[in-house]
């Protein structure tokens, strides 16, 4: 069975990964694209989504369009029997992708909260690997330069937009996948520039089963990117890096792979589909709230792209 897929939202991100994954899944077949500023040369192409959903038959669609939308474009979709898979974060706020789960259960459709980082490649590993270990402590380093990310997107430095959270809730996906326990924010500092509203820079401390977890979020770095997770256990030290897809052991290397986290989104959207079941865990979204409740603010220079 081919499931017509529609896609909401034609920026960076549904450029550079949606489209090839969409292509390279069997199963699913791209029928359809709403976006407000552009359009596909060989689909038919709507402004909006109340318009792709009038006009097409198509049966999930995935909504690539800024979270604090999201909420609303996703009602309409699941109101109109649709499939939803949403890109990352699911939405601006907890309470409203709680509310979509209620829809999409009462609707008796799917819906896929995702979390691309979960997908890399030594996640699994990692996982399976510290299932049985006790953790003594976690360092998160997430540090990338935003103005190679995310140019000129306006929509990320306003309220919902998460700031530096947007890439920093990559590494909460894979902590909450892959430590044993679950994470508790203590404590969290956050670096706002003085012309935005979302943070540039944040520092959280976490409990995991009584094993202080140490985050360090940064959008100002140049050069090199740094997405690195290292777990101190009492029979080693686990490192993640590279986003997820190389694992080192005690600082051996035991696995690394290329790309495939949107391949393997799409894979499992079609398998949600066909096995009538959603999947929305918002761990990683909760644990954003919560740093942002917990949080010293301070402002430091005005930011500009």
């Known amino acids: 069975m081919t499931i017509r897929l529609a896609l909401v939202g034609l920026g960076k991100i549904a450029r550079d990964q949606h489209l090839p994954a969409i292509e390279a899944t069997e199963g699913l077949r791209l029928t359809a694209i709403a976006s407000r500023h552009a359009g596909h040369p060989d689909l038919p192409s709507y402004p909006e989504i109340d318009a792709l959903l009038a006009a097409e038959d198509a049966e999930a669609v995935t909504l690539c369009t800024p979270p604090q939308g999201r909420h609303a474009q996703a009602r309409a979709a699941i109101a109109a029997g649709r499939h939803v898979m949403l890109e990352k974060p699911p939405g601006a706020t907890v309470t409203e992708v709680q509310d979509l789960a209620r829809q999409a259960k009462a609707a008796g459709v799917t819906l896929f909260a995702t979390w691309h980082s979960r997908e890399a490649a030594a996640v ?17 380093t997430w540090k990338e330069d935003v103005r190679h990310w995310h140019p000129r997107q306006e929509w990320i430095w306003q309220a919902g937009g998460l700031g530096v959270f947007d890439p920093g809730i ?22 706002f520039p003085s012309n935005r509203a979302a943070p540039i820079a944040a520092r959280i401390a976490m409990d995991c089963g009584g094993a202080p977890v140490d985050a360090e979020f940064d959008w100002r770095q140049t050069g090199p990117q740094t997405w690195d997770i290292e777990v101190e256990t009492e029979s080693g030290t686990l490192r993640l890096s590279h986003g997820g897809s190389r694992l080192h052991l ?3 290397e035991q696995m ?15 398998d949600l589909i066909r096995t009538g079941r959603s999947d929305v865990d918002l761990s990683p979204l909760q644990l954003v709230a919560d740093a942002f409740l917990l949080a010293e603010r301070h402002q430091v220079e005005a930011f500009e792209e």
């Open 124 to 140: 699994d590993a990692a996982r399976d690997w510290l299932a049985t270990r006790p953790i003594r402590h976690v360092r998160i």
């Open 170 to 191: 990559n590494a909460l996906s894979i902590a909450t996948a892959i430590l044993p326990a679950p994470l508790f924010v203590t404590a969290a500092d956050l670096s």
């Open 250 to 252: 005690d600082g051996a």
């Open 256 to 270: 690394a792979a290329p790309d495939r986290e949107y391949a393997r989104l799409y894979a499992r959207f079609a």
